[in-house]
């Protein structure tokens, strides 16, 4: 597995997303979790992505007994923010700079790690200015406790500003062939400023795999059924979508999931995305897309089937929290 570089910090060139561990994508299986991260660290999948939200806090758990005699393989990030008690209520969007400290002790905790290799904001919290979020987590570095710090789904004018107070190294979003919209202002202020960026869901939450023909094909209780892209007509197009990412990724010889994360890749080095898996069937396969080479012909090709805005529905069913 070839490494890329987030502004000074150095990952593989695929992370593995933790969250589907958890919560979120139906039924969960801990030790299939667990030999799932032990086989990407065998593969040199070394960057694991997590966040305190995720079960809540069961996830953190879980990354941490995976890591516990293999920390030094291993580069943590972790994220704090959205704020649930232990029952999964929202409480809400938190970022004052008492709570930051607390947060980072209890993953510290959790992860049963002395330190946190990035440590991102995970949604911006608009009744507290940036400044004051972004001084409290670099206190956490000054102390030890964490090594990078990293924003998500933060708004340009946000990411500047959080930049002057400490470094950013990442700037974690929704990004692949059907969430596009990074393109627009996203991308270019974070190379302005150095700043890597990781992208989340980039199978498009697992639909642009191909595997999602109807909505029974989603487990009763999986969050996407709630998904303004998984729903009525929006589906039944993004399908469409869909079925000409499968003629490409055949005519390659690749799965439709592995060409859409190598289309990610081919973007940027200083793009990493983070496909999510539970399975180390799925999380080979997505590793695979590293190898991937597409010719100029290959992305002019995909840019015309997947064009911005061709993607039917919001990303969220609320899209308040995010870009901010």
């Known amino acids: 597995m070839r490494h890329r570089k987030l502004a000074s910090l150095e990952v593989s060139a695929l992370g593995l997303g933790c969250m589907g561990m958890s919560e979120f994508y139906g039924s969960r299986d801990d030790a299939e979790s667990i030999a799932t991260i032990h086989r990407a660290l065998a593969i040199g999948v070394n960057f694991l992505d997590t966040a305190d939200m995720y079960g809540p806090f069961t996830n953190e758990k879980l990354v941490g007994r995976a890591i516990r005699d293999r920390r030094d393989e291993v580069v943590v990030a ?61 206190e956490l570095v000054q102390a030890g406790k964490v090594r990078y710090l990293g924003l998500s789904e933060a708004a340009p004018q946000t990411i500047r500003r959080a930049h002057k107070v400490h470094p950013i190294t990442a700037l974690q979003t929704e990004y692949s062939l059907w969430s596009r919209d990074p393109e627009d202002e996203i991308l270019p202020t974070v190379r302005e400023l150095g700043i890597g960026f990781v992208a989340y ?91 991937i080479e ?20 919001d990303r969220y069913p609320n899209m308040a929290t995010v870009n901010r």
């Open 294 to 313: 597409l010719s100029p012909e290959d992305l002019a090709r995909i840019d015309e089937v997947a064009p911005k805005g061709v993607t039917a529905g």
């Open 78 to 138: 972790t994220k704090f923010g959205n704020q649930r008690r232990e029952d999964g209520g929202w409480i809400g969007i938190n970022g004052r700079p008492e709570y930051v400290r607390a947060a980072c002790d209890g993953s510290l905790q959790r992860l049963g790690v002395d330190h946190i290799d990035l440590y991102y904001q995970h949604r911006v919290d608009t009744s507290v200015p940036i400044e004051e979020t972004v001084g409290a987590m670099s």
């Open 201 to 291: 869901s980039p199978i498009g939450r697992g639909f642009l795999s191909g595997k999602f023909k109807t909505m029974d094909d989603l487990e009763p209780d999986d969050y996407r059924r709630n998904s303004p892209r998984f729903q009525g007509e929006n589906f039944a197009k993004n399908l469409e979508l869909v079925k000409r990412i499968e003629t490409i990724a055949k005519e390659k010889g690749v799965t439709p999931a592995q060409l859409a994360i190598a289309w990610l890749l081919a973007q940027g080095d200083d793009i990493v995305p983070i496909p999510g898996s539970k399975r180390i069937a799925h999380l080979e396969e997505n590793a695979k897309a590293a190898d």
